[in-house]
DNA sequence: ATGAAAGCGCTAACAT
DNA sequence: ATGTTAGCGCTTTCAT
């Protein structure tokens, strides 16, 4: 393997002109350019990234810490997986999946002192986090998926919860419907204080306050049998429900399983829509689902872009944005029945 | 932060005794041993990752190559993904997730020659693909998930897709059905010699002959609606036929909506097997799908586990590896009606 | 516009 | 069992 050395001899030029003619931090002229640029590809020659991070200080690495607990990721997170592995790639950055949960407080300040990581993106954030106070004792700067309670000095990508459930709130609404029931995540998740969770909790209870509604709400595990058992519950609450929203891409197939199963049909007896719903998944249920399209892979994408800013950039200013999710009627929405 | 040098001041050392009781490459006396580990606690010294990477030529990081093609990551390739993160999180190593397409060959002779890689484990394996040699000449170890057609010299770990179909043909003519239709990925993926598709449409073929019956066969995009098409075709190809083995996660969503569609019901007319699925996935369906269900994230951590024993190894042999889907019968499948 | 040389923080001979 | 020291391959002052 080439290093910089044989460039530099065979470009007749010294190490330190290799150097900047490959960082571009100071000016070079055309013909030594010329010069170096051909000796690199006459020996095949790439820069060794372990010796670059020693000496500069920058690994060009960062990282995506992922909480690995339960059923591991859904397709929503899994975009965000991706959406952020093809911006860090795309910026000549790499891109380790790190899988702290957030208990793993010690591990996480072994990994943040490591010097291996430029920067971090934060998925899976609760609204107390202690892994934003051990990165920003490390250093090591960071953008998160999500928001804890106090956002002042942080950097942040999220979903805009309560837009998302106005809209489809306001939808059902439209469509003539009162009884409207909410099936969350768990109340697990909730106490944990799981930020989906909890913020479309208090975005729901304040939009059907807004109309005038009673707000009816359901806790459920993320599966489909956990699903079904939510169903059993609202039904039993409010016996004359018409429309469910569901928080829950898992709970949501058990919930249409169910309503089959006791002959009400979708959306004649019973509207339902999905809220933070990929398409796919969406298009996987019969009739297909109206749902509230999360932004994907994007907000992976973005949180990486503002990290890269943030790394590279002057910029004392933080990043701070909300992404809608986007309403797409399917077959899974309608006016309430008779 | 602390460096090793600090820490051999306090403790009264010299650096390489530190860097032996770090490395444990070398007998140390309790004595000292102790002096050292008292040093780096108090410190709170946490070695540099690039330093050590650079002086060991061992960065400890391991490269997941996926292709991010079309439409993302499936449930599947998702556990790939996070078993391969757990296992090397556990022995200390960095996962970096790197997108390369299986075309993208210079950026993966870019990738390999920064030496930034211990080693790769490749995602989405092609008959014939061509980052295999690359990696190999940039002298970078690599593991497979799936296999290229010659396995001679390589490490692999794959879905035994001989035997999965195997036990999937049999459980459905063991219920006593003749007239079975395979539907597997898209004719392109075929093509292409994505394994997955070429290795159980070869396994199809050959149990359906083994039991003396004609092989019914459908490509099918990866979405519902082609599933939806793929059952059309069948249907017409074949009016009555009884059971379906689809390979293809998301068209048998379109598949059982198809059949609902046409009043025809599951399982009482129509069986259905879903190959290589996830748990989670088969209960979303309803019925919930009798399905063969891949290994998961046990294939993730097998191939790093076997990368980073070749890595530390001496033992020059392969790690070559075979898991069978485990059919889970749920409710999608039955005797043929009437 | 270019070069010389001092590190970056470790590992691993080569010492004793 | 421990210490000394020469690199690992780069970046980045400090020179000119």
């Known amino acids: 393997m080439a290093t910089m050395h044989d460039v530099a001899r065979l470009a007749q030029v010294s190490v330190s002109t290799v150097s900047y003619v ?5 000016p070079i002229s055309q013909a030594t350019r010329d010069k170096v640029h051909a000796a690199m590809a006459e020996l095949d020659y790439q820069p060794n990234a372990m010796a670059r991070g020693l000496a500069s200080r920058r690994s060009r690495i960062v990282g995506l810490l992922m909480p690995m607990d339960e059923r591991g990721l859904g397709a929503t997170e899994t975009a965000f997986v991706t959406g952020a592995a093809a911006a860090a790639s795309t910026a000549g950055y790499h891109l380790v999946l790190a899988p702290v949960g957030t208990t793993d407080l010690d591990d996480l300040r072994r990994l943040a002192s490591q010097r291996m990581l430029d920067g971090a993106v934060l998925m899976e954030v609760q609204v107390e986090d202690g892994r934003v ?3 920003q004792e490390a250093g090591v700067p960071l953008v998160l998926i999500g928001r804890t309670s106090d956002t002042a000095a942080l950097s942040y990508v999220d979903i805009d919860f309560d837009q998302t459930v106005r809209e489809a709130v306001d939808h059902l609404v439209g469509l003539g419907h009162t009884r409207i029931a909410y099936v ?3 109340e697990a998740a909730i106490a944990a204080g799981y930020g989906p969770a909890v913020r479309t909790r208090d975005a729901f209870v304040a ?28 039904l039993a609450q ?8 569901a928080m829950n891409e ?7 399983g169910e309503l089959a199963a006791r002959g009400r049909t979708v959306p004649g007896d019973v509207s339902v829509v999905s809220m933070v719903t990929s398409p796919q998944v969406a298009e996987l249920a019969h009739p297909a689902l109206t ?38 009627i399917r077959g899974s929405t309608g006016p309430p029945g008779r």
Chains 1, 2 share one sequence.
């Open 22 to 26: 490959l960082t571009g931090t100071r």
């Open 133 to 135: 106070a051990v990165l």
């Open 184 to 186: 969350n995540h768990s």
């Open 207 to 234: 939009r059907m306050a807004a109309h005038g509604l009673e707000p009816l709400m359901i806790a459920a595990e993320d599966s489909a049998a956990a699903g079904r058992e939510a169903l059993d519950a609202a």
């Open 238 to 245: 409010a016996p004359d429900l018409t429309a469910l929203l």
């Open 250 to 256: 898992n709970a949501v197939f058990g919930i249409l």
């Open 291 to 328: 749902a509230m399209t999360s932004p994907g892979s994007a907000l992976g994408r973005i949180a990486v872009e503002a990290l890269l800013r943030q790394l590279d950039g002057v910029t004392g200013d933080h990043h701070q944005q909300l992404l809608p999710c986007a309403l797409e």
